[in-house]
């Protein structure tokens, strides 16, 4: 868990020195405040990456040359600084001091999920980001499923250069067919492993959140399921040319989810699909959890958007009883009751300034 943020210059938060709780943290203030800013700072550190966009120069305050972030991250038997500057348009992260060559570095050290007002096109949207949302959780309970999945994009990628350029020999092709196939087979099984090892932990989230629906959860691989997929990728060249890239494999692999056996999407409200996702991560949480006795950060914004108060309040009990570490924002602190959970901390955030403060 990450116990102390400092940061300058990062959107519009100005500065920052604070020390954050192990437990419940509620960040609050009014719309445009710097309370999304604040969560996405901690996701930075975790990922390498924002959650908001893929342009880190955005990152840095209007009008200023660079933004820095540090972190210090709480392990299992020491304390490790993470940190992120963005400056002359050149973008640093270092873990304990030294520059890291690869983002999972910063995700093996300190697993952080958001979850935000947008998490609902968890559903609603392709199968993009389910696949996000799963091989992120898929990640950090297979030790092997990193390297197989970088292998597999670096043959995907060559793979669509050769087709989008239509100069290729079949030699060329088989060799990066062969690549695809070998890491897309190991992506392919630890992903139906790590599902069917997390549907104890669906069922029961499913059961406190959405107990009026019965949801399924299941694996799309991406290709016809009754076809071996090296036939696929021979068998599919053609077409791949044709439209310059490849169609088929696990990179189009999907999560299924349907409510009483219909598309979730099609039958259950917006409010309802949040808390799919919110039973989705929390079910992926819970198996990191047992499976490599990490803690994993929670980032949750704006939680009460499309929630009932009955709903809210239930969620709220469930992470405060079974999670760690759990950052929400919210415009009215009082609407969420979070009053009545005794480890929370709390922070105001006006001006692009950050400050602790308490209920009274």
């Given amino acids: 868990m990450i116990v102390t943020l ?57 009008g200023q040359r660079s933004s820095n972030v540090f972190g210090t991250i709480k392990e299992p038997h020491a304390l490790s600084g993470v940190g992120f500057q963005r400056m002359n348009g050149a973008t640093t992260f270092k873990l304990r001091g030294q520059k890291i060559g690869k983002r999972s570095e ?10 935000t007002p947008n998490s609902h096109e968890f559903l609603e949207v392709g199968p993009q980001i389910r696949r996000k949302y799963f091989d992120w959780g898929v990640f950090h309970v297979e030790p092997s499923f990193g390297e197989a999945w970088t292998s597999y994009q670096r043959a995907l990628k060559n793979k669509n250069a050769l087709l989008s350029s239509g100069r290729f020999s079949a030699l060329e092709m088989d060799s990066w067919d062969e690549v695809l196939f070998e890491n897309g ?52 060249r053609n077409r791949d040319l044709a439209v310059g890239f490849a169609q088929y494999g696990p990179h189009k692999a999907d999560v299924i989810v349907k409510a009483n056996g219909i598309k979730a999407k099609d039958r259950i409200s917006r409010g309802q699909q949040k808390l799919i996702v919110y039973i989705f991560i929390l079910a992926q949480i819970k198996l990191i959890q047992e499976t490599t006795n990490k803690s994993v950060t929670l ?33 009215d602190p009082e609407a969420l009751g979070i009053e009545h959970y005794s480890s929370a901390s709390m922070f105001h955030v006006e001006h692009g300034v950050i400050h602790s403060t308490n209920w009274n």
Avoid: C, M, W
């Fill in 185 to 236: 087979f190991v992506l392919e099984s630890l992903r139906v492993n790590t599902l069917q090892r997390l549907k104890e932990h669906l069922d029961y989230f499913a059961g406190l959140l959405l107990g009026e629906f019965d949801l399924e959860f299941s694996y799309s691989k991406g290709y016809p399921h009754e076809r071996d997929f090296r036939e696929v990728l021979r068998a599919s």
């Fill in 106 to 115: 910063l995700a093996q050290v300190f697993p952080t999920v958001a979850i």
């Fill in 299 to 331: 980032l949750l914004d704006d939680l009460a958007a499309e929630l009932d108060k009955s709903r809210l309040r239930e969620l709220l009990g469930l992470l405060d009883q079974d999670f760690t570490q759990i950052f929400i924002t919210a415009t």
């Fill in 6 to 62: 400092r940061l300058e210059h990062f959107r519009n938060l100005t500065k920052a020195d604070v020390e954050l709780g192990s437990g419940l943290n509620l960040i609050h203030g009014l719309n445009g405040s710097g309370k999304t800013s604040l969560l996405e700072a901690i996701y930075l550190l975790g990922n390498g990456k924002s959650f908001r966009t893929s342009r880190l120069e955005t990152l840095v305050t209007q």
